[in-house]
């Protein structure tokens, strides 16, 4: 049986795609923050939820991704996937406990420092993969590296973009040094989910009024990761840009000196 761990699986997109991979026969592990909403995520799989299990951690800082990844190399020796569906979406300026920008901390460097620490478990699967859910940042060679790491101060119009390329530098490099791993990076568009809760009062108004004409449902926005996962013939390492169409795929092809800076960054932050 496959298994696949999701962070941000108790909520929104996450939540959705551990649905459509359970009704496929597969096992999940959802993990979120929020103690509560994770059981209640349990309780809504039904019977299904006998292939799922939840885990409590704050990707908010290196020691809950140590502390994150410990748990789960305890208890599971392989992963065959492993989709980031971790987000924050705020504008303010606020800082976690290593000194970084939550936008940061969670939307990319999580996901490179918790993958890391799991590279031994998703090596023991047949054909391992590892999907990053973001906005629509199609993969173009123009990230900014000035502002890496710090983004000090945050400024979400111009700093979104670089932290969201990110991942797919990570997604680059995973393709470049880990054979037989599928890597890949899918705009989740623009589903109604919890991820609006940190946003100002007007911008929720707006997307109350608004959002039946542009929302994507969250079938639709957890259809790329949800076939990314099931299948297997596809290049890595990958863009998908529109929801819902898994045959419109993008190669990510950036340049390598971006990338390579970007990784040592994120590996002398982490320690990973
Ligand atoms: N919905 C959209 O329109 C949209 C647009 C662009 C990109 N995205 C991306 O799509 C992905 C899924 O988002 P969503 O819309 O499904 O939002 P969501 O329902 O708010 O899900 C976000 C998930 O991230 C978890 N999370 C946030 N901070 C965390 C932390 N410090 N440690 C551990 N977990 C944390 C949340 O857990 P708790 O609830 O327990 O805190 C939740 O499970 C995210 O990567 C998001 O950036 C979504």
């Known amino acids: 049986m496959h298994t696949t761990l999701m962070t941000g699986g108790n909520s929104g997109i996450g939540l959705q795609a551990a649905r459509d991979l359970l009704a496929h026969g597969h096992r999940v592990i959802l993990l979120g923050r929020d103690q509560r909403k994770g059981g209640q995520a349990l309780a809504s799989l039904g019977d299904a939820a006998e292939r799922a299990s939840f885990i409590s951690a704050d990707l908010s800082t290196h020691e809950g991704v140590r502390q994150a990844a410990k748990q789960i190399l305890g ?14 979406f705020t504008s303010k300026e606020m800082r976690t406990a290593d000194g970084l920008h939550p ?54 119009a111009r700093d979104r973009k670089p932290i969201q390329l990110g991942n797919h530098h990570y997604a680059a490099h995973l393709a470049q040094t880990e054979p037989g791993l ?57 863009y998908w840009g529109k929801p819902a169409d898994f045959d419109r795929r993008t190669p990510i092809t950036l340049t390598e000196s971006t990338t390579q800076r970007i990784m040592s960054i994120s590996q002398s932050l982490a320690g990973a």
């Open 75 to 88: 208890e599971h020796d392989r992963l065959d996937a492993l989709l980031h569906s971790t987000g924050v």
């Open 103 to 156: 936008f940061f901390a969670v939307n990319y460097l999580s996901r490179y420092h918790l993958t890391e620490l799991l590279l031994p478990a998703l090596r023991a699967a047949e054909r391992p993969r590892v999907v990053m859910m973001t906005a629509s940042v199609p993969p173009s060679a123009d990230a900014n590296l000035d502002r890496f790491p710090g983004f000090e101060p945050f400024d979400f």
């Open 182 to 238: 599928l890597a890949g990076v899918i705009n989740a568009g623009a589903a109604k989910t919890d991820i609006l809760r940190m946003t100002p009062w007007y911008f929720r108004a707006m997307a109350k009024v608004t959002g039946p004409l542009f929302f994507n449902s969250l079938q639709e926005s957890a259809r790329n990761p949800v076939q990314a996962i099931l299948n297997d013939d596809w290049p890595t390492a990958t």
